[in-house]
T-cell receptor, first 115, second 113 residues
């Protein structure tokens, strides 16, 4: 089992550019979560999916952020246009279905720097 | 609404000493509770979890935590710290039936030789 795979590991982009972060969850996990980690705000849940359907996107900060899950093995988080305050580490995590007693498995994260 | 408070953003102990990281939660129903560890430049790794049953939970790397409902606490302990325990530790809570985890702000653990 390769775990949750995120790409790229690091991304540096200029303000105003579009950024796309990618995630491959663990096979068989029905839930996928996107988190953002910053020093000031800690870990924030942005959005989560169940069986590829977005369930709760109340944490998405602005319309500049969008997330999709076209199939069970792939999800993207897009920021367009990007701003310096979007600089953070973005984590993807997945979890099996059923009673929520398993916790999440996290990817290694994407460190985004917007200059 | 659920919330988690980790007392102390930074804890420093000597190698071989007891590690105690504090976590208090707020939840309207008995929750599921978790501790995660994050090593530098890595994702979060599950240390241990409490769901039902025994209130003293053992995890990886010699860590354990005890669920105390009366104190709404889930403190993490390890009898003897090792240099490799230096990392950031996160407590998290989820209400039963809910899929979202709410994380505390984290505690950075430093081990002094």
């Amino acid at each position: 089992d390769a775990g949750v795979i995120q790409s790229p590991r690091h991304e540096v982009t200029e303000m105003g550019q579009e950024v796309t972060l990618r995630c491959k969850p663990i096979s068989g996990h029905d839930y996928l979560f996107w988190y953002r980690q910053t020093m000031m705000r800690g870990l924030e849940l942005l959005i989560y999916f169940n069986n590829n359907v977005p369930i709760d996107d109340s944490g998405m900060p602005e319309d500049r952020f969008s997330a999709k899950m076209p199939n069970a093995s792939f999800s993207t988080l897009k920021i367009q246009p990007s701003e310096p305050r979007d600089s953070a580490v973005y984590f993807c995590a997945s979890s099996p279905s059923g009673p929520f007693a398993y916790g999440y498995t996290f990817g290694s994260g994407t460190r985004l720097t917007v200059v | 609404a659920q919330s988690v408070t980790q007392l102390g953003s930074h804890v420093s102990v000597s190698e071989g000493a007891l590690v105690l990281l504090r976590c208090n939660y707020s939840s309207s129903v008995p929750p599921y509770l978790f501790w995660y560890v994050q090593y530098p430049n890595q994702g979060l790794q599950l240390l241990l979890k409490y769901t039902t049953g025994a209130t003293l939970v053992k995890g990886i790397n010699g860590f354990e935590a005890e669920f105390k409902k009366s104190e709404t606490s889930f403190h993490l302990t390890k009898p003897s710290a090792h240099m490799s325990d230096a990392a950031e530790y996160f407590c998290a809570v989820s209400e039963r039936g809910a899929q979202k985890l709410v994380f505390g702000q984290g505690t950075r653990l430093t081990i002094n030789p």
